[in-house]
Structures are given as structure tokens and as C-alpha cells.
């Protein structure tokens, strides 16, 4: 019998992501950050926090066709892009519930987090996210149970809308880095942590770095590092910050 015939692109991995329907800025990251021979492919989970009382737990109802439909590419690993909805508990156990409905590895943002800081032996963080305030108390409550301290949290909020989950997008980068920065500075704060798939952070990362001398990781570059490393590609990225640069 033959042997299959090679892949013309995602000859190195293809790599799924799984992110809430409003969301428009992870996919564009992936692909950024995104090596040769690595392929980026998409599916969408039905997000709508002005028809539904509790979106997240309806956006996990779709859980069953998102998967089945994610599945379909043949995907080598799968990268749940939602920091809020898999910020509980502990994530192995999390993730090892959706490897295990998938059928493939499967890592989540929130999970992503906790390696992130893991990796920087980082305890004591500042958080910045584009959330309403009862999503930081949530995300507080996970990394404290996950041996992490949030020294400090900060939601910037420049559009209403932002308090239904929508145009977090909208965040502008420079002020992202001067708020980050302000509170990566204190003598407290061991890393900075940008909470949100949906917030651009590629820039600013690096700028926050050089800025306060220590290492910021954000919900996409901490999915895509863990997502990249579980799908066996381990090269450095340069420019993106010292998560990617340096683990």
C-alpha cells in the first residue's frame, strides 16, 4: 500500500482554535505567530450575552457541534480560546474533559495562563483584562487556587458594550501599555497577565516588558506557546515577548 501523500500546507501541525463568536482577534494572532508549515483553523462558538442570562454556560451547550465540526480538519491539537469560560477549578482537569470529548490534546486559555506563569516561577501577578469587574473577581479566585496571588486587577473599559462581552477588540494598545505598565511596576508583581482572548496584546507585550523589566504573557500568546509546544513545534518566536522567546 502506498504511503499517504504528504500535506501541502500544515506539513508541521495543524493546529484548531475554538474561540466565542464575537471574538476577532485571536484567529488574527494565531496566524501572526504562526511559523511555516504550521496552519491555523477555526471554529466558532455561538456567543450572545444580550439574548441569554448566563452566555457562557449556553456557549459550553455548543460545545458537542463545535467539536464535531473542529474535528473534521483533522486537527493535531486544539486550542480552546476563551480565558473567562475555563478560568475554574483546575485546569488539567478541564482540559483533560475536553481532550478527552475531542479525541485530540486539547489545551484552554486559563490553562494556558497558569503554564505561562509557571514557567517564570511568577506567584504574585497584576492583571489588566477588557472585563467587567465580576469576571476579574472570577479569574482572582482561579489563579488563587491555583497558588497564584492577583496583587492588583484593572479593567479598562472604553466602550459600553465591553459589560455585554462585546468589542473587547477595542482596547488601543498604547493605553494597554500604560496601564499594564503602571501596575507591572510595583516591587510586588512578579509577571503581568493580560486576561482575554479577544484583547490585541501582540505589540503590547514587548513594550510592557521593556518598560518594567519583567515577563507579561497574554491569554492568545500563552494559548498559542502551550498549543504550538503540545503539537511538538518548540522554536523560538522573537519579537513576541520572553514567553515565546525563551520557553
Excluded at 502506498?2 to 482577534?25: D, F, H, I, K, Q
Excluded at 465540526?69 to 475555563?86: Q, R, W
Excluded at 510586588?188 to 504573557?217: N, R, Y
Aim: hydrophobic content about 45%.
Amino acid at each position: 500500500m502506498s504511503e499517504a501523500p504528504a500535506r501541502v500546507y500544515g506539513a508541521r501541525a495543524r493546529m484548531a482554535l475554538m474561540v466565542p463568536s464575537v471574538n476577532t482577534v485571536a484567529e488574527t494572532e494565531f496566524w501572526r505567530l504562526a511559523p511555516e508549515g504550521l496552519t491555523v483553523h477555526t471554529s466558532r462558538m455561538p456567543f450572545y450575552a444580550d439574548r441569554h442570562e448566563k452566555p457562557f454556560d449556553e456557549m459550553e451547550s455548543h460545545l458537542p457541534r463545535v467539536i464535531d465540526e473542529v474535528n473534521s480538519a483533522l486537527p493535531d491539537v486544539i486550542a480552546y480560546g476563551c480565558t473567562a469560560s475555563s478560568a475554574k477549578g483546575n485546569p488539567a482537569d478541564y482540559e483533560e474533559l475536553l481532550s478527552a470529548k475531542i479525541g485530540k490534546p486539547t489545551v484552554t486559555a486559563a490553562g494556558a495562563l497558569v503554564a505561562a506563569l509557571n514557567a517564570f516561577g511568577a506567584k504574585r501577578i497584576a492583571l489588566v483584562t477588557p472585563y467587567p469587574q465580576a469576571i476579574n473577581d472570577k479569574e482572582r479566585v482561579f489563579f488563587a487556587a491555583n497558588g497564584i496571588e492577583v496583587v492588583e486587577d484593572e479593567s479598562i473599559i472604553v466602550d459600553d458594550s465591553q459589560m455585554q462581552f462585546k468589542n473587547m477588540n477595542r482596547v488601543p494598545v498604547a493605553l494597554l501599555i500604560e496601564r499594564a505598565s503602571a501596575l507591572g511596576r510595583r516591587d510586588d508583581v512578579d509577571m503581568v497577565v493580560l486576561s482575554c482572548c479577544d484583547m490585541p496584546t501582540l505589540e503590547a507585550i514587548p513594550a510592557i516588558e521593556a518598560a518594567i523589566g519583567k515577563p507579561v504573557t497574554s491569554s492568545t500568546q500563552a494559548l498559542f506557546w502551550r498549543a504550538a509546544r503540545t503539537a511538538g513545534i518548540s522554536e523560538a518566536i522573537p519579537g513576541r515577548g520572553r514567553l515565546l522567546a525563551e520557553n
